[in-house]
Structures are given as structure tokens and as C-alpha cells.
């Protein structure tokens, strides 16, 4: 199973709103409604944000929001603040039961 | 609140096996998956495989041949063996709780670095 595609980077000034898009194919999000996102500050583990392709966790700022559309996902990021800048990483399960992540995006805030 | 606790050694030879396991506090590790995730440096996410607590597992395939995972309920722990190693397996390994149906993590520790090295 290949990794999901994510841009390699996004930027965006505080208070603008940025979308980060995750490209898989009919055999993970075009088929499965489990794409979950997690955010990964430098030296941390990561933290999920997003699951079941639009929920999430409580605790996590409503800022965050995440979408669907045929084999494409993606994350929303609105009122961009310096504390988001960091890595943001797609998942979805497969069809065999299994779990793939995306190749990663770097979210700059300018 | 679940905590997680990886532990094993940080250097690995070349051909020997590679053991964490991973400790659950907090709550019963009953009900749930676990998986073990790996992130070598500078790089993304790699899923390795999940066990549930009744033992069943499901492996990545590129990892299938090598990785062996393991529950302990009685300790409440999980454990991972990764049989011949290479410098490509050098990362930091992530344990965590992946929710009903494995289909997201709500759950991490907070990673223990793995060498492989001479």
C-alpha cells in the first residue's frame, strides 16, 4: 500500500485560513469514511485532531476542521495561529484492515 | 486519562531482533487495539501493525515477514519484535491505542529512539 499524497508544505499568515489535501484512491478514502489527521509538533509525538473523516477529539480547537470528497480529503485550518505551525499528517484505513498515512505537510505560519 | 510508556533498548545490531514493549496505564488494555507506529528521522509515519487484546493481529505488509506482536493482559503491556534489523529500521517507535474498528489513534506515548548500528 503507497502512502497517501499530501503537499510537502503550506503557508498562511495568522488569522487566514489554509486546507491541507490528502490524495488517496478507491481502495482507502475513496471507500472507507476513516480518514483521521494528526498534528505533530517538532520533538513530539503525534496528536489526532480529526477522525472519522470530520470529527473531533474533545479538547481540539473547532478551528480544525476536516472534509471529503471522493479519493481526496482534507484539513482546514481557519484563524491560523503561530501555535499551529507544525507537521500535519492524513490516515485512512484500507481495505484489508490496515492503516496508511500521508507523506506529511509543514505548516508555516508567515 | 491513558498513558503510554514505550520501553526497550536504544541500539540494535545489524540481524538481531528489535523488542519494545509497551505499557498502558490509566485504563484497561481490554476492548481495545493497539498499534505500533514508526517514524525514522526527518521522515513521515509508518504504520507497523496492530494486535487486539485478544491477541488477533493485522501487520503492514512491507513489515509482515519480520514483525511479531504480542499482548500481556495480566500486565496490562504490548510488545513488538522486529526480527532483522537493518539501518532502514532505525526510528523513533510510537505504541498506541487505536480506537474500535483500529480506524484512528487516540492514544500515543511518546516514543522511544531505536538505532540499528555495529
Known amino acids: 500500500q503507497s502512502a497517501l499524497t499530501q503537499p510537502a508544505s503550506v503557508s498562511g499568515s495568522p488569522g487566514q485560513s489554509i486546507t491541507i489535501s490528502c490524495t488517496g484512491s478507491t481502495s482507502d478514502i475513496g471507500y472507507w469514511n476513516y480518514v483521521s489527521w494528526y498534528q505533530q509538533h517538532p520533538g513530539k509525538a503525534p496528536k489526532l485532531i480529526i477522525y472519522d473523516v470530520s470529527r473531533r477529539p474533545s479538547g481540539v480547537s473547532n478551528r480544525f476542521s476536516g472534509s471529503k470528497s471522493g479519493n481526496t480529503a482534507s484539513l482546514t485550518i481557519s484563524g491560523l495561529q503561530a501555535e499551529d505551525e507544525a507537521d500535519y499528517y492524513c490516515?485512512?484505513?484500507?481495505?484489508?484492515?490496515?492503516?496508511?498515512f500521508g507523506s506529511g505537510t509543514k505548516v508555516t505560519v508567515l | 486519562q491513558v498513558h503510554l510508556q514505550e520501553s526497550g533498548p536504544g541500539l540494535v545490531k545489524p540481524s538481531e531482533t528489535l523488542s519494545l514493549t509497551c505499557t498502558v496505564s490509566g485504563d484497561s488494555i481490554r476492548g481495545y487495539f493497539w498499534s505500533w507506529i514508526r517514524q525514522p528521522a526527518g521522515k513521515g509515519l509508518e504504520w507497523v501493525g496492530h494486535i487486539y487484546f485478544d491477541g488477533s493481529t493485522t501487520y503492514s505488509p512491507s513489515l509482515k515477514s519480520r514483525a511479531t506482536l504480542s499482548v500481556d493482559t495480566s500486565q496490562n503491556q504490548f510488545s513488538l519484535n522486529l526480527r532483522s534489523v537493518t539501518a532502514a529500521d532505525t526510528a523513533v517507535y510510537y505504541c498506541?491505542?487505536?480506537?474500535?474498528?483500529?480506524?484512528?489513534?487516540?492514544?500515543w506515548g511518546l516514543g522511544s529512539p531505536v538505532t540499528v548500528t555495529s
Open positions: 498506541t491505542r487505536a480506537a474500535v474498528g483500529a480506524t484512528y489513534l487516540d492514544y
Open positions: 490516515s485512512s484505513s484500507t481495505g484489508s484492515s490496515s492503516l496508511v
